[in-house]
Protein backbone atom coordinates (compact mmCIF):
# COMPACT_ATOMS: atom_id res chain seq x y z
CA UNK A 1 0.00 0.00 0.00
CA UNK A 2 2.86 2.16 0.52
CA UNK A 3 4.35 1.77 -2.76
CA UNK A 4 0.61 2.72 -3.62
CA UNK A 5 0.48 5.64 -2.44
CA UNK A 6 3.89 6.97 -3.26
CA UNK A 7 3.18 5.81 -7.26
CA UNK A 8 -0.55 7.69 -6.76
CA UNK A 9 1.44 10.63 -4.77
CA UNK A 10 4.09 10.91 -7.87
CA UNK A 11 1.38 10.91 -10.69
CA UNK A 12 -0.97 13.31 -8.93
CA UNK A 13 2.25 15.71 -9.00
CA UNK A 14 2.98 15.57 -11.92
CA UNK A 15 -0.57 15.96 -13.42
CA UNK A 16 -0.70 19.04 -10.93
CA UNK A 17 2.28 20.76 -12.10
CA UNK A 18 0.59 20.28 -15.96
CA UNK A 19 -2.53 21.90 -15.22
CA UNK A 20 -0.52 24.73 -13.52
CA UNK A 21 1.60 24.71 -16.04
CA UNK A 22 -1.16 25.37 -18.67
CA UNK A 23 -3.43 27.94 -16.72
CA UNK A 24 -0.29 30.02 -16.28
CA UNK A 25 0.21 29.79 -20.04
CA UNK A 26 -3.62 30.93 -20.92
CA UNK A 27 -3.11 33.26 -18.15
CA UNK A 28 -5.34 31.91 -15.50
CA UNK A 29 -5.24 31.12 -11.92
CA UNK A 30 -4.46 27.70 -10.95
CA UNK A 31 -7.87 27.99 -8.64
CA UNK A 32 -10.17 28.11 -11.69
CA UNK A 33 -9.18 24.45 -12.89
CA UNK A 34 -10.63 21.74 -11.11
CA UNK A 35 -9.50 18.04 -11.03
CA UNK A 36 -11.59 15.43 -11.20
CA UNK A 37 -9.52 11.61 -10.87
CA UNK A 38 -11.70 9.26 -13.29
CA UNK A 39 -11.60 6.40 -10.67
CA UNK A 40 -12.99 3.62 -13.11
CA UNK A 41 -11.61 0.39 -13.19
CA UNK A 42 -9.77 0.82 -10.03
CA UNK A 43 -11.00 -0.07 -6.61
CA UNK A 44 -11.87 1.60 -3.65
CA UNK A 45 -8.57 1.19 -2.21
CA UNK A 46 -7.07 3.48 -4.54
CA UNK A 47 -9.96 6.35 -3.89
CA UNK A 48 -9.26 6.22 -0.37
CA UNK A 49 -5.55 6.78 -1.31
CA UNK A 50 -6.42 9.60 -2.73
CA UNK A 51 -8.68 11.37 -0.67
CA UNK A 52 -5.38 11.24 1.95
CA UNK A 53 -3.60 12.97 -0.86
CA UNK A 54 -6.09 15.75 -1.11
CA UNK A 55 -8.59 14.48 -4.04
CA UNK A 56 -12.10 15.09 -3.49
CA UNK A 57 -13.87 14.91 -6.80
CA UNK A 58 -13.70 11.37 -8.50
CA UNK A 59 -15.82 10.21 -11.79
CA UNK A 60 -17.01 6.61 -12.36
CA UNK A 61 -18.31 5.72 -15.53
CA UNK A 62 -20.29 2.36 -14.90
CA UNK A 63 -22.75 1.81 -12.57
CA UNK A 64 -21.99 -2.09 -11.32
CA UNK A 65 -18.24 -0.55 -10.33
CA UNK A 66 -19.14 2.92 -9.13
CA UNK A 67 -22.21 1.97 -6.08
CA UNK A 68 -20.22 -0.39 -4.58
CA UNK A 69 -17.34 1.88 -4.65
CA UNK A 70 -19.01 4.66 -3.62
CA UNK A 71 -20.94 2.62 -0.28
CA UNK A 72 -17.33 1.43 0.27
CA UNK A 73 -16.04 5.54 0.46
CA UNK A 74 -19.05 7.06 2.13
CA UNK A 75 -17.11 7.75 5.02
CA UNK A 76 -14.78 10.24 3.07
CA UNK A 77 -15.88 13.59 1.69
CA UNK A 78 -15.99 13.08 -1.71
CA UNK A 79 -17.96 14.55 -4.45
CA UNK A 80 -18.69 12.03 -6.70
CA UNK A 81 -19.26 12.37 -11.01
CA UNK A 82 -20.58 10.19 -12.65
CA UNK A 83 -19.38 10.30 -16.34
CA UNK A 84 -20.41 7.50 -18.59
CA UNK A 85 -23.39 6.82 -20.98
CA UNK A 86 -25.90 6.16 -18.68
CA UNK A 87 -29.15 4.07 -19.38
CA UNK A 88 -32.79 5.01 -17.51
CA UNK A 89 -32.65 1.47 -16.08
CA UNK A 90 -29.92 2.56 -14.10
CA UNK A 91 -30.57 5.97 -13.31
CA UNK A 92 -32.39 5.53 -9.68
CA UNK A 93 -29.24 3.52 -8.30
CA UNK A 94 -26.73 6.36 -9.82
CA UNK A 95 -29.04 9.17 -8.40
CA UNK A 96 -27.99 7.03 -4.94
CA UNK A 97 -24.56 8.30 -4.68
CA UNK A 98 -23.60 10.19 -7.46
CA UNK A 99 -23.51 14.48 -7.10
CA UNK A 100 -22.81 15.33 -10.43
CA UNK A 101 -24.06 13.48 -13.75
CA UNK A 102 -22.21 14.93 -16.87
CA UNK A 103 -23.42 12.66 -19.45
CA UNK A 104 -27.11 13.73 -19.80
CA UNK A 105 -27.88 13.83 -23.79
CA UNK A 106 -31.41 13.39 -24.12
CA UNK A 107 -35.00 14.60 -22.77
CA UNK A 108 -35.83 10.95 -21.51
CA UNK A 109 -32.99 10.75 -19.05
CA UNK A 110 -33.85 14.17 -17.49
CA UNK A 111 -37.26 12.61 -16.70
CA UNK A 112 -35.94 9.81 -14.82
CA UNK A 113 -33.07 11.78 -13.30
CA UNK A 114 -35.38 14.49 -11.96
CA UNK A 115 -37.83 11.38 -10.35
CA UNK A 116 -34.88 9.17 -8.91
CA UNK A 117 -33.85 12.35 -7.91
CA UNK A 118 -36.69 13.13 -5.98
CA UNK A 119 -37.48 9.70 -4.88
CA UNK A 120 -34.32 10.02 -2.82
CA UNK A 121 -34.24 13.26 -1.41
CA UNK A 122 -31.18 14.50 -3.53
CA UNK A 123 -30.55 17.64 -5.87
CA UNK A 124 -28.26 16.13 -8.82
CA UNK A 125 -26.09 18.87 -10.70
CA UNK A 126 -26.28 17.80 -14.01
CA UNK A 127 -24.37 18.65 -16.85
CA UNK A 128 -25.39 18.73 -20.82
CA UNK A 129 -22.89 16.04 -23.02
CA UNK A 130 -22.25 17.84 -25.97
CA UNK A 131 -21.58 15.53 -29.18
CA UNK A 132 -19.46 17.38 -31.80
CA UNK A 133 -19.17 14.58 -33.73
CA UNK A 134 -23.06 14.25 -34.22
CA UNK A 135 -25.40 15.69 -36.86
CA UNK A 136 -28.40 17.14 -35.96
CA UNK A 137 -30.80 15.16 -34.12
CA UNK A 138 -27.54 12.58 -33.72
CA UNK A 139 -26.52 11.03 -30.62
CA UNK A 140 -22.22 11.16 -30.82
CA UNK A 141 -20.48 7.76 -31.15
CA UNK A 142 -18.97 8.11 -27.70
CA UNK A 143 -22.81 9.69 -26.36
CA UNK A 144 -23.50 13.31 -26.29
CA UNK A 145 -26.37 15.28 -27.69
CA UNK A 146 -25.68 17.16 -30.99
CA UNK A 147 -24.81 21.05 -30.23
CA UNK A 148 -28.47 21.37 -31.82
CA UNK A 149 -30.15 19.89 -28.80
CA UNK A 150 -28.48 22.17 -26.10
CA UNK A 151 -31.14 24.53 -25.57
CA UNK A 152 -34.18 21.79 -25.30
CA UNK A 153 -31.81 19.77 -22.86
CA UNK A 154 -31.00 23.10 -20.83
CA UNK A 155 -34.87 24.30 -20.40
CA UNK A 156 -36.24 20.92 -19.27
CA UNK A 157 -33.16 20.54 -16.82
CA UNK A 158 -34.17 24.19 -15.29
CA UNK A 159 -37.05 22.81 -15.22
CA UNK A 160 -37.20 19.49 -13.29
CA UNK A 161 -37.82 19.06 -9.66
CA UNK A 162 -34.40 17.43 -7.80
CA UNK A 163 -32.13 18.60 -10.62
CA UNK A 164 -30.14 21.20 -10.94
CA UNK A 165 -28.17 22.11 -14.34
CA UNK A 166 -24.33 22.61 -14.48
CA UNK A 167 -23.42 23.42 -17.62
CA UNK A 168 -21.52 21.58 -20.57
CA UNK A 169 -19.22 18.38 -21.29
CA UNK A 170 -17.91 17.35 -23.79
CA UNK A 171 -15.20 14.00 -25.22
CA UNK A 172 -12.86 14.98 -27.71
CA UNK A 173 -14.27 13.20 -30.49
CA UNK A 174 -12.69 10.38 -32.77
CA UNK A 175 -14.10 11.19 -36.37
CA UNK A 176 -15.98 14.52 -37.89
CA UNK A 177 -14.46 17.83 -38.29
CA UNK A 178 -12.96 18.23 -34.76
CA UNK A 179 -11.29 14.81 -34.68
CA UNK A 180 -7.47 15.25 -33.67
CA UNK A 181 -8.22 18.64 -33.47
CA UNK A 182 -8.81 19.12 -29.43
CA UNK A 183 -8.22 22.76 -28.60
CA UNK A 184 -10.48 23.68 -31.33
CA UNK A 185 -13.29 21.25 -30.33
CA UNK A 186 -12.84 22.94 -26.42
CA UNK A 187 -12.86 26.27 -27.88
CA UNK A 188 -16.52 25.41 -29.51
CA UNK A 189 -17.59 23.96 -26.18
CA UNK A 190 -17.04 27.66 -24.57
CA UNK A 191 -18.67 29.22 -27.21
CA UNK A 192 -22.04 27.19 -26.72
CA UNK A 193 -21.27 27.50 -22.81
CA UNK A 194 -21.51 31.19 -23.34
CA UNK A 195 -24.83 31.12 -25.28
CA UNK A 196 -26.09 28.38 -22.87
CA UNK A 197 -24.99 30.93 -19.94
CA UNK A 198 -27.29 34.19 -21.10
CA UNK A 199 -30.77 32.23 -20.40
CA UNK A 200 -29.11 30.37 -18.01
CA UNK A 201 -25.89 32.19 -15.76
CA UNK A 202 -25.54 29.54 -12.90
CA UNK A 203 -24.63 26.95 -15.68
CA UNK A 204 -20.72 27.92 -15.92
CA UNK A 205 -19.24 24.48 -15.20
CA UNK A 206 -17.22 23.52 -18.68
CA UNK A 207 -16.10 19.54 -18.31
CA UNK A 208 -13.46 18.74 -20.73
CA UNK A 209 -9.66 17.12 -21.48
CA UNK A 210 -8.42 14.31 -20.02
CA UNK A 211 -4.82 12.85 -19.53
CA UNK A 212 -3.89 12.99 -23.26
CA UNK A 213 -5.84 16.96 -23.91
CA UNK A 214 -5.69 18.08 -20.43
CA UNK A 215 -3.50 21.45 -21.12
CA UNK A 216 -5.55 21.99 -24.46
CA UNK A 217 -9.17 22.06 -22.30
CA UNK A 218 -7.22 24.40 -20.12
CA UNK A 219 -5.97 26.85 -22.91
CA UNK A 220 -9.47 26.79 -24.33
CA UNK A 221 -11.27 27.63 -20.80
CA UNK A 222 -12.25 24.74 -19.44
CA UNK A 223 -13.20 24.42 -15.50
CA UNK A 224 -12.89 21.04 -14.78
CA UNK A 225 -10.62 18.38 -15.99
CA UNK A 226 -11.15 14.66 -15.92
CA UNK A 227 -7.96 12.44 -15.51
CA UNK A 228 -7.89 9.34 -14.80
CA UNK A 229 -4.70 7.19 -16.80
CA UNK A 230 -2.12 10.15 -15.82
CA UNK A 231 -2.79 9.53 -12.16
CA UNK A 232 -3.62 6.04 -11.97
CA UNK A 233 -1.40 5.06 -14.51
CA UNK A 234 -1.62 0.85 -15.42
CA UNK A 235 -3.15 -0.88 -12.56
CA UNK A 236 -5.04 -4.63 -12.05
CA UNK A 237 -8.63 -3.79 -12.95
CA UNK A 238 -11.87 -4.69 -11.59
CA UNK A 239 -13.80 -7.33 -12.93
Not at 152 to 172: I, Q
Request: hydrophobic share 45%.
Amino acid sequence: MTDRRTELAGNLAKVEDRIAGACAAAGRAREEVTLIVVTKTYPASDVRILHELGVREVAENRDQDAGPKAAACQDLSLTWHFVGQLQTNKVRSVAGYADVVQSVDRVKLVSALSAAAVRAERELVCLIQVALDAGAGERGARGGTAPGGIEELAAALAAAPGLRLGGLMTVAPLAGPYAGRQRAAFERLLEFSSSLRADHPAANMVSAGMSADLEAAVMAGATHVRVGTAVLGDRPRLG
